[in-house]
């Protein structure tokens, strides 16, 4: 009785082993495929506070300068 425990013990582990190399490669393909996505959205973001001068920003309100900012990072123009 001990032998078939211990194969059904083995069993378990190797399921649970393909599981986590299953899930490791699912999260490396999801890195890989967003985080060009998200290096250009920070790249925009970056490029939009360097653009604003001091002038600007004393002139505008933040609330309504953080919306447009987000409009044209995010397209919803």
């Known amino acids: 009785m001990s032998k078939k425990r211990k194969n059904q013990e083995g069993q378990g582990l190797t399921e649970y082993l393909i599981l986590l190399v299953l899930i490791s490669l699912v999260s490396i ?39 447009s900012m987000m409009d044209r990072i995010f397209g919803n123009r």
Do not use: M, W
């Open 29 to 67: 393909a999801a890195v890989r495929s967003l985080g060009g996505t998200i290096q250009r959205k920070l790249e925009l973001v970056q490029r939009h506070i360097n653009d604003v001068s001091p002038e600007e920003d004393r002139r505008s309100s933040s609330s309504s300068r953080s919306s």
